[in-house]
């Protein structure tokens, strides 16, 4: 096989395989990364590296490599951009947790959440308890949104708070 061909084609197989294993194993983690993750993700692109170039270690190999990688992110974008299906595929959807100052505790559960986690969630919103609390959404990204209503004004405040400790789930 072409070199450069069979540069391609193993960059295009490991992206998949990466792409379905984040999917399958929590992708809430990639967006704030924690110790454990960020040695994960070192040793995961140490081990894949030769699976995407082979015996090619020179600078063409490696720059057609990355080449690969953003041409594929970008049409897995693209796609996702345009096909619900393979979107939700990719991502799951937003879970509610709280709705006009009730928890849901079978959502709670199910996203692997505690009440503790949750209620610190809702105190660095600035709010006062889950009875003020509108709506607590676990968002795809792993952060949580809440609506809350300021009593005195009977105003509608929305805040969103990257976490520090985003928490896997799946479904």
Do not use: W
């Amino acid at each position: 096989m072409n070199p450069i061909l069979d540069v391609v084609v193993r960059s295009l197989c490991v992206y998949l395989f990466m792409v379905v294993a984040i999917r399958l194993f929590g992708k809430n983690q990639l967006s704030q990364l924690n110790a454990g993750d960020v040695v994960l993700l070192l040793l995961i692109s140490n081990a894949v590296q030769n699976a995407m170039v082979g015996q090619d270690t020179s600078l063409q190999g490696g720059l057609i490599a990355a080449l690969v990688l953003f041409a594929a992110n970008f049409i897995v974008k693209r796609l996702m951009f345009s096909n619900r299906k393979f979107e939700s595929f990719l991502e799951d959807d937003p879970v509610i947790l709280i709705k006009d100052g009730v928890i849901d505790e079978k959502a709670l559960d199910e996203v692997k959440i505690s009440k503790e986690e949750l209620q610190e969630a809702i105190r660095e919103h600035g709010v006062d308890g889950t009875k003020n609390v509108k709506l607590a959404i676990l968002e795809v990204d792993g952060n949580i949104s809440v609506v809350s209503e300021d009593e005195k004004s009977k105003q509608t405040n929305y805040s969103r708070i990257k976490r520090k400790n985003k928490r896997k789930y799946l479904r």
